[in-house]
């Protein structure tokens, strides 16, 4: 999940860029696109998941199952763990804050939560 981002930034904000308005998730102290460095952030909001997976055999620092999943954001798409298991292809999610996938490390990644219908 690309390191992990910094305690400071919280997970359910994207960059984009003032010079030519690519927007991405990851960290980075360039734009991508036309490595420009005024940067800001804005909040992701609503997605839709559009792939997951489980993963059974895991590192023994590392939750099982670990459900990630693929989620889209407008623009953005990122990679994130799922709050649990009960997330499906095409559902409405959002950040359920951040979460740290193996103990005694400082990095934390985004987490995503279904959300219900009707909400």
């Known amino acids: 999940m690309g390191g992990g981002r910094p305690d400071e930034l919280a997970v359910d904000r994207a960059f984009v ?51 990630l999943g693929i989620a889209r954001f ?8 799922l709050a649990d298991g009960d997330v499906s292809v095409g559902d409405r999610v959002a950040f359920a804050g951040a979460h740290r996938l193996r103990e005694g490390r400082d990095e934390t990644d985004p987490r995503l939560t279904r959300i219900a219908d009707g909400e």
Do not use: F, K
């Not at 804005?42 to 997976?53: C, I, K, P, Q, S």
């Not at 407008?74 to 763990?81: K, M, N």
């Open 17 to 67: 860029c003032d010079d030519c308005g690519a927007e991405w998730y990851y960290d980075r102290h360039r734009c991508p696109d036309c490595s420009g460095r005024a940067i800001g952030t804005y909040e992701l909001g609503e997605g839709v998941l559009v792939a997951r997976t489980t993963v059974e055999m895991t590192p023994p620092d590392v939750r099982s199952p670990n459900h």
């Open 74 to 81: 407008g623009e953005v798409r990122l990679t994130a763990q």
